[in-house]
């Protein structure tokens, strides 16, 4: 089987396709054919050794002194059960699926195996293998965050990066769960972020110290902004969430602010819970990832290259399968 390797950090050009030893399931395990996954943000930032302020000491020593210590990247994916392993009861092979590595990873290959009592289910009906490989990166980080934020019906919520994975997953749950949604974006995409229900704010002609409006959870993707700051646009006992923050905004976290307000910031936590609820809030058509794009598998460096850009648009994905 072949899988991209990312042996050494650096751009795009350090990734080399190469063959493997196909991996075969022992007990409790499963052989998933990888039909899609996607690259993201979490990727080129490992890939980059690109981590949050404050991140690159213990990112290096969590990952890899001088490359990924897991040197194929790749945090999700859709495919098939290609065969199981001794005492596995959940699945068979030719079950469609979608699966959640997280940061074990390892989904920038053609197989994959995956012990069946982890982040993996079974291809709710309707959903298409494209849209499944991309639930659960942004989906289960903005299940956590609106978790942390215990957010509560008729709420209000600015997300800051609203047309980024992360962002579209959050403007969507959110809404579901009866969240007014307010969302910043640059001018082209602004008709996408109102299409998901929020309203749009162009960031680069408003300024949000003047926008004299207060919200009950800033939720902040792209570190646009910091807790400080982020003072005049939250309500009393208001919650604003660092989700790209590093270990500055870790440690302010443990700290109220002024007004009961409060930071909340850290790596999202990986539950299989999150990833079944995902595929159910998908097939209900309450999170529907929006796909910008789809590349090849033997073009993936390209769709590292994109994402690297800053610039991408919901989530990137890439066909395992011709
Ligand atoms: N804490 C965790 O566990 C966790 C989990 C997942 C991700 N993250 C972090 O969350 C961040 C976002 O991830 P992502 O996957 O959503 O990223 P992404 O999809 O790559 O974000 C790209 C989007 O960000 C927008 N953007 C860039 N600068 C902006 C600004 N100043 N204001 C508003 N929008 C801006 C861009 O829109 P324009 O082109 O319109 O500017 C683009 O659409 C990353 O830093 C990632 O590392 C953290």
């Known amino acids: 089987m072949k899988a991209w390797f990312a042996r050494r950090y650096g751009g795009p050009d350090v990734l080399c396709l190469e063959d493997m030893a ?17 690259v993201n943000s979490g990727d080129v ?11 690159k000491t213990l990112g290096r020593l969590a990952l ?20 199981v392993g001794s005492g596995v009861v959940g699945f068979a092979p030719g079950d469609a699926v979608y699966a959640f590595p997280g940061m074990r990873q390892g989904a920038h290959a053609q197989y994959i195996v995956l012990p069946e009592t982890g982040a993996i289910a079974h291809l709710p009906a309707g959903l298409d293998v494209h849209t499944a490989a991309a639930l659960c990166f942004s989906g289960t980080t903005a299940l956590h965050y609106l978790g942390k934020a215990d957010v509560r019906p008729g709420q209000t919520m600015l997300v800051l990066g609203g047309s980024g994975a992360v962002g579209m997953a959050l403007i969507q749950l959110a809404r579901h769960q009866g969240i007014a949604v307010t969302a910043t974006t640059s001018a082209p995409n602004l008709p996408l972020v109102q299409s998901l229900g929020a309203t749009p704010i162009n960031y680069r002609s408003v300024d949000l ?5 207060r919200f009950d959870v800033v939720a902040d993707t792209v570190a646009a902004s910091d807790f400080a700051t982020a003072q005049t646009l939250l309500n009393p006992g208001g919650r604003y969430l660092a ?15 002024a007004r009961g307000t409060r930071m909340i910031a850290g790596p999202a936590a990986e539950s299989r819970d999150a990833v079944i609820a995902l595929g159910r809030l998908a097939s209900e058509g309450h999170f529907r990832p929006h796909i910008e794009r789809v590349f090849p598998f033997a073009e993936l460096p390209a769709a590292h290259a994109h994402v690297d850009s800053g610039r991408k648009r919901g989530s990137v994905v890439v066909s395992v399968i011709d």
Not at 45 to 55: E, S, T, V
């Open 243 to 257: 989700i790209a923050g590093g270990i500055r905004e870790m440690l302010q976290s443990l700290r109220p602010g």
């Open 209 to 213: 110290a003047r926008l004299g409006q």
């Open 22 to 38: 196909m991996p075969a399931p022992g007990p409790g395990q499963v052989l998933v054919r990888i039909h899609a996954t996607t």
């Open 64 to 83: 890899g002194w001088n490359g990924p210590r897991r040197p194929v990247l790749g945090t999700e994916l859709s495919g098939m059960i290609e065969a």
């Open 45 to 55: 930032r490992i890939r980059g050794c690109n981590f949050p302020p404050g991140m």
